[in-house]
């Protein structure tokens, strides 16, 4: 779904704010990228949102060969992702339901769609009723959750959020962060910016480090540990009893055989 090949950004003053990143993030996936400012995470992001281009390398995003994008491709390629900013970006002078419904209608959707969409993407986030309030009169948590609605409600394949949990409090940050693995589980790959290293280690995400412009670590999502299930138990315990019980030279010796052999016992 995104792919970056040997990606160099320099910026005009002569910035190298990234050298040489080789990553590849598949559909699906939850990415944390994590850094010290300066290192180059926003530039990473900007670069897959073609807000900005490469100096030398190649970025392909949602089928997309940036490089190849004509000037009137770009709003399609915009269309496929959903940006959350951590200053959130709402239009004060609107209603919850027109931030989030201005996005839809840019694109030209009906009236009737807005009417059926937009309610549901405001529940989605848990603001089914504060629709008819304005920005002003939420909390940042609640500012921020209108602001992942509005990302949401083009039914984007992608997410991009650039410390999404700045400028909020810690216990609303896991709020935020509860609703984008929710929004992945549904199927929508999630990039995450942030310097919470608390968010990153509850989440067991797969984690891309950017330290000077350089990609220096990229561990993949943890898997959960299996645990063994009852049955397995009952199985094992059946197995060893069989073992333990049976007179020499029974079926269950030809069993043991068969396992440790390999199924070549004579
Ligand atoms: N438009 C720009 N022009 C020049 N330098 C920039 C620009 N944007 C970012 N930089 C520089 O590039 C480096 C990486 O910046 P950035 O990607 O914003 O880092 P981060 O998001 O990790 O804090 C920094 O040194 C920053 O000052
Ligand atoms: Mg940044």
Known sequence: MIEFRGVHKTYANGTKALRDVNINIEKGEFVFIVGASGAGKSTFLKLIM????????????????????????????????????????????????????????????????????????????????????????????????????????????????????????????????????????????????THEHDLVSHFHRRVIVIEDGTVVSDVPQEQPAVPVSEPANDVVADVLDTIQSAPKGSPADAVIDDIVNGGDAQ
């Open 50 to 193: 073609h807000e900005e281009v490469p100096t030398a390398g190649e970025v392909i995003v949602n089928g997309y060969k940036l490089s190849k994008l004509k000037r009137r491709e770009i709003p399609y390629l915009r269309r496929t992702m959903g940006i959350v900013f951590q200053d959130f970006r709402l239009i004060n002078t609107m209603t919850v339901f027109d931030n989030v419904a201005f996005a839809m209608r840019v694109t030209g959707a009906s009236k009737r769609e807005v009417r059926k969409r937009v309610p549901y993407i405001l529940g989605l986030v848990g603001l089914e009723n504060k629709a008819r309030s304005y920005p002003m009169e939420l909390s940042g948590g609640e500012q921020q959750r209108v602001s992942l609605a509005r990302a949401l409600v083009n039914n984007p394949a992608l997410i991009i959020a650039d410390e999404p949990t700045g400028n909020i409090d810690p216990e609303l940050s896991y709020e935020i962060m509860e609703l984008l693995t929710e929004i992945n589980r549904r199927g929508t790959t999630v990039l995450v910016v």
